[in-house]
């Protein structure tokens, strides 16, 4: 009984560490994220308030229609430290999540960003960056996690919703985890190690710019965070990066054409 409590409390710890580390000051919270959404754990069907992608065009997620979309695969070659590393981009199963990262990669949103979480104790977790506010050199190290991309059109933070297909599925739900939505099916895009998913703060629909590497297969976050690709070269390059580490430059380097950005 004793390991089973100290695990409970590992998985507790870090993975609330990811969720403080979400997206705007104002949905940060101290709650955790459950750490008992696994993928495969056996629920109930599908609930029909899960929103499907063709729903979402009739605007069931507000805003849905203004972001941009991914139709289809992309590679994204970052580098850190001086050496690049690899990332495929999937929008045939993320397509707006894909979709807001590839667009932010093309805008050099991440050129010069801090990775201002890495957590390898107790166990290997995640190394997270993304924080536009890092940009700036004299930002304080300790609000970095707080902030995401704010269009300068608008003068708002973007904001995509939680996207998360679930294996054998044609669409993905929206808005919602798997456990929330009642779906018994693992998802298709799982958090395998070097797998690249978006950060948020509890809110499902808070995810903006910051996004995490997996350094270790990471079950117990299938379904309640939106993966949208895996490291397929340099997750060496990954695997050293430590906290206050930069992105020196993020570029779109096949793919290009398959992001749809709105008129």
Known sequence: MRLKISQFLVVFLIVGALTLGGCSGQDVTSDPASPTSTAGETQTTTNTEATSVSETINESVPGMKDLPRLEGKATVVMTVNGSPVTIEVDGTNAPITAGNFVDLVQKG??????????????????AQGGDPQGKDPSFPENRLGTGGYVDPKTGTERRIPLEIKPKGEEKPIYGKTL????????????????AVAMARSQ????????????LADLAFLDG????????TEGFD???????????????VTQGAENLKTPE
Do not use: C, T
């Open 203 to 214: 809110m499902p629909d808070s995810a903006s710019s910051q996004f995490y590497f997996a």
């Open 237 to 251: 390059v990954v695997n050293k990066i430590q906290q206050g580490d930069r992105i020196e430059s993020a570029k």
């Open 179 to 194: 456990e929330s939505a009642r779906v018994s099916k693992p998802p298709q895009l799982q958090h395998k190690l070097g």
């Open 224 to 231: 309640s965070y939106a993966v949208f690709g895996n490291v």
């Open 109 to 126: 949103v991440y050129d010069g960003l801090v990775f201002h979480r890495v957590v390898r104790d107790p166990q290997p977790f995640v």
